[in-house]
């Protein structure tokens, strides 16, 4: 699987890209030429090139990183003295903590349960929605209510060189490679030595689900110890329950996995196996290993409820606001899966890193569900035949959201309610220029709110959602 043919050659793209000043583009190469070295000079050559990047983007930690494997490496290539003399600087230089660093963060109190979302959420139940969330206070736009891990995530084979295989984390490009397989970077040492690669080691799946389900049974027995522990802690588990009657924050990490294990479980019903989906990921399961007529059973059940919770509630990774952009990843939340569509959402969801961030993108009050847009059908970007098609398709449901009952226009032919109202243009200069336009985008939402929907508020919901984007990918690179 290694290959110092492709290595060299993504090498010297990476030379390329470094010499026109791509820098992401040039360390996406040198990533690549890591996972498939075996020649110790392309090595540290490539470590060098990630080294001089790192200094000239101003990272600092991760220069003065790269600088050392290429010590470790003890392969004194004629960079040496310059990558000394940047060292140094490194070290001389203040890192700036400032504002980016408290951008997404929740703007509530958390969960004294789950930390990772407002207290002001609730899970509640009814006929038409099954269990959704709602609010128990008033929300303004911009509001940040859930920034969640999804317990269960698994990287697309495009983004190899990109983001850590077991967690999925961007580390800013600065990556390691698995020394036995070609398939793995990780965002750090942590990482590397987790039992879940060693099980997915050198495994070349290239569809999306095969490998989630893979890695939800592979985690399962990582926390149980054992398939018979798993049976016994399955047989235990209440499915009436939602993450919500769970305590995540015990001191026990362990304890905290298994109960967001069993949180994700509960999100579909059990049913017994049905050859048919059993049939689908046959080739999952041979490999795995059960040795009783009992144990395949419990087996197949187990695996067939997985994909059942996985098919109905998985979420993709996009890390883009692009229309077109297709998913890099496919995670599974415990909490985030019981938010219902609309084609009118009032939440966004941002990728951001490996979480999921939902932020409020208009007022919401009090009592109300919380909403996001399923595959990006909303009615600004699809008419309502076109949605009435799609989700029925997919999801087998009939959209009852208010913007399929009152037939909302698309952009393009909503009323206009203000003479005054200029459109932003949409501006990347800088972190603190985003963030300016992204509040007064806000405020101007909120102020505005009375006269929904209209072509102004809409427009600039979509360049909030564009914004919060660019923000995350500014910030996981920063
Ligand atoms: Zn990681
Ligand atoms: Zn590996
Ligand atoms: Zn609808």
Redesign the pocket.
């Known amino acids: 699987m290694k290959s110092d043919k492709v290595a060299k050659n993504f090498f010297e793209k990476g030379n390329e890209q470094l010499a026109l000043g791509k820098y992401s583009e040039a360390l996406a190469n040198y990533n690549n030429c890591l996972r498939f070295v075996v020649n110790k000079t392309i090595e540290s050559a490539a470590f060098a090139a990630r080294a001089e990047i790192f200094f000239k983007t101003g990272h600092y930690k991760q220069c003065i990183e790269n600088n050392q494997s290429v010590e470790d490496l003890n392969n004194l290539i004629d960079k040496i003295e310059y990558l000394k003399n940047i060292e140094e600087k490194c070290k001389n230089a203040n890192e700036s903590v400032d504002e980016r660093d408290e951008f997404f963060k929740l703007s509530l109190p958390k969960n004294e349960k789950i930390p990772f979302i407002a207290n002001c959420l609730e899970v509640r139940e009814n006929e038409m929605y099954g269990r959704f969330i709602a609010t128990t206070q008033d929300l303004t736009p911009g509001s940040i209510v859930i920034i969640e891990e999804p317990f269960y995530k698994i990287l697309s084979s495009t983004e190899r060189n990109l983001r850590c295989a077991v967690c999925l984390k961007q580390n800013a490009l600065n990556l390691i490679s698995c020394t036995k397989c070609s398939t793995a970077m990780f965002c750090s040492k942590k990482c590397a030595d987790s039992t879940i690669h060693k099980y997915e080691c050198g495994t070349m799946e290239e569809n999306f689900e095969k490998a989630l389900l893979r890695r939800m049974f592979y985690q399962a027995i990582d926390i149980c110890g054992s398939l018979q522990e798993l049976e016994k802690l399955m047989n235990h588990h209440d499915p009436k329950k939602t993450i919500m009657n769970f305590d995540l924050n015990d001191a026990d990490e362990l304890k905290n996995f298994k109960n967001r294990m069993l949180a994700t479980m509960t999100l579909a019903e059990r049913e017994p196996w049905s050859s048919e989906a059993y049939a689908k990921y046959e080739t999952v399961t041979r490999e795995l290993k059960a040795e009783t007529e009992h144990e395949k059973d419990f087996l197949r059940n187990y695996l067939v409820h997985c994909l059942k919770s996985m098919t109905v509630n998985f979420f993709h990774f996009f890390w883009s606001s692009e229309e077109k952009a297709p998913g890099k990843g496919f995670a599974i939340c415990s909490l985030a899966a019981y938010f219902a569509h ?2 009118d959402p009032n939440c966004d969801k941002v990728d951001f890193d490996n979480k999921f961030v939902f932020v409020a993108r208009k007022p919401i009050k009090k009592g109300e569900q919380l909403t996001i847009c399923y595959d990006r059908y909303n009615f600004l970007t699809h008419t309502l035949a076109e ?1 009435k098609e799609y989700f029925n398709r997919v999801y087998t449901f009939d ?1 009852g ?1 208010v ?2 009952t009152h037939n909302y226009q698309k952009l393009c032919n909503l009323p206009k309610i203000d003479k005054e109202f200029v459109e932003p243009k949409v501006n990347h200069e800088s972190f603190s220029a985003m963030k300016t336009q992204y509040t007064n985008n806000c405020e101007y939402i909120r102020d505005h709110i009375e006269q929904y929907p209209c072509y102004e508020i809409c427009t600039l919901m979509n360049q909030n959602n564009h914004l919060l984007h660019s923000m995350g990918n500014f910030l996981a690179l920063a």
């Open positions: 609309s084609c949605r959209c959201c913007a399929c």
